[in-house]
């Protein structure tokens, strides 16, 4: 059975990680790249769809060419962070269940034109516990995220993913070393009773 994270893992992985605005000038490596998706990649979703496409945008160039498709106060975020991240989402994320889950036919729930409604339901829900699972990842290998929207889909979308016209960005996030400097006071959180019930 597993045990409890000590408090020092808990406050690293939340109570005392922030989503950061501005980045020292420390490299995060291919390595760490690959060690966040090892770990992101356990994370459950539905009859392991595995929907999440990332584009690591880490050159000078691919993050500019990322950050011209954001807003005006997000484009720095990208362009003075280590890495930056386009989460996506397949579309066809079904073509990929056979293996992924070989126990039943699941690629037959959401084969078909008729299903692509449900297909976008399952690839944002699923892609977006992903992306949260790679900001966990990369937080408990002590790095930092800067996890944003404020940016054209569409042409991120049309200039990233042409060749895949069924992958679609879901959301973007810096990933490196924050500079405290760039955060200011933590905004309220709320106690359990204000929007919990236990029935």
């Not at 720095?76 to 930056?84: G, M, Q, R, Y």
């Not at 066809?92 to 036919?105: A, I, R, V």
Request: aromatic share 12%; proline share 7%.
């Amino acid at each position: 059975m597993a045990e409890a994270l000590p408090e020092t893992a808990l406050d690293q992985l939340f109570r005392k990680a922030r989503s950061y605005n501005g980045w020292l000038d420390k490299d995060v490596s291919e390595d760490q790249l690959h060690a966040i998706y090892e770990l992101m990649k356990m994370g459950p979703t539905s009859a392991n769809q595995q929907p999440a496409r990332i584009v690591w945008c880490k050159s000078p160039e691919a993050k500019q060419r990322l950050a011209q498709y954001a807003g005006e106060k997000n484009q720095p975020k990208i362009t003075s962070a280590p890495v930056c991240a386009i989460v996506a989402m397949d579309l066809e994320f079904h073509e990929e269940l056979p293996w992924l889950f070989p126990h039943t036919d699941a690629r037959s729930w959401f084969a078909g034109e008729d299903k692509l409604a449900v297909r976008e339901i399952q690839a944002f829900r699923n892609s977006s516990l992903q992306g949260a699972y790679l900001m966990l990842a990369a937080r408990a290998l002590g790095l930092d995220c800067g996890p944003m929207s404020g940016f054209d889909n569409a042409a991120v979308d049309a200039d990233f993913f042409a060749g895949e016209p069924h992958w679609k960005s879901n959301f973007i996030c810096a990933i490196g070393y924050g500079d405290p400097a760039s955060i200011f006071g933590r905004s309220p959180r709320p106690d359990f009773d204000k929007f919990n019930t236990i029935l």
